[in-house]
């Protein structure tokens, strides 16, 4: 007797999930040094750094998603302004036969997380160029951004309210 897999014919490969990255970009990107030349000069002691992160999705066909990561990344000594710098650093994604209870998690935690590491490198790139040195972001846990904005979600539709903004974390970090 021959040897039957369970349930019937093996899985056919085309109808696997997959995810693809098609490619990365920069949609915006920009940097202020309102002090300059000065602020690069002045000593004093550290600056306090406000960075907010937030992730947008964008469907584009029937298979893709452009995934955006808007970093928002503000220094301060005092109440001077040493630098502000916004970038808004994307990817596209091709991604097939993705149960639809399982598109969510992916476009809001795993392709963020993919495309992370090049928007943080982005970032300290042009901080180090405009004079300061380089800003060095912590990983990001968007597993936890994700899990915090459900629960955003679901007490606004509680109060019937609709959220705002979708995916943003803030955090205040001393140098």
Do not use: W
Not at 12 to 25: E, I, K, R, T
Not at 103 to 112: A, F, G, K, V
Not at 150 to 155: H, S
């Amino acid at each position: 007797m021959a040897d039957e897999t369970q349930g019937g014919a093996a899985p056919n490969p085309a109808n696997l999930p997959s995810m693809n990255m098609v490619g990365q970009y920069i949609r915006d990107l920009s940097f202020e040094n309102p002090g300059a030349p000065g602020s690069i000069m002045a000593g004093g002691g550290n600056p306090a750094f406000n960075v907010s992160i937030s992730v947008g999705v964008k469907k584009q066909a029937d298979d893709v998603y452009a995934v955006e990561l808007t970093l928002n990344a503000k220094a301060n000594r005092e109440d001077v302004v040493l630098f502000n710098v916004e970038l808004v650093y994307g990817g596209v994604f091709r991604l097939k036969n993705v149960p639809e209870n399982q598109l969510s998690q992916l476009l809001m935690i795993e392709c963020p997380r993919l495309i992370f590491p090049f928007a943080r490198q982005v970032l300290a790139s042009t901080t180090q160029q405009g004079g300061f040195p380089p800003l060095m972001m912590e990983p990001v846990d968007f597993s936890a951004i994700y899990r915090q904005n459900l629960a955003k979600l679901a007490a606004a539709q509680q109060q019937g309210t609709s959220p705002l903004t979708a995916n943003a974390a803030e955090t205040d970090k001393p140098n």
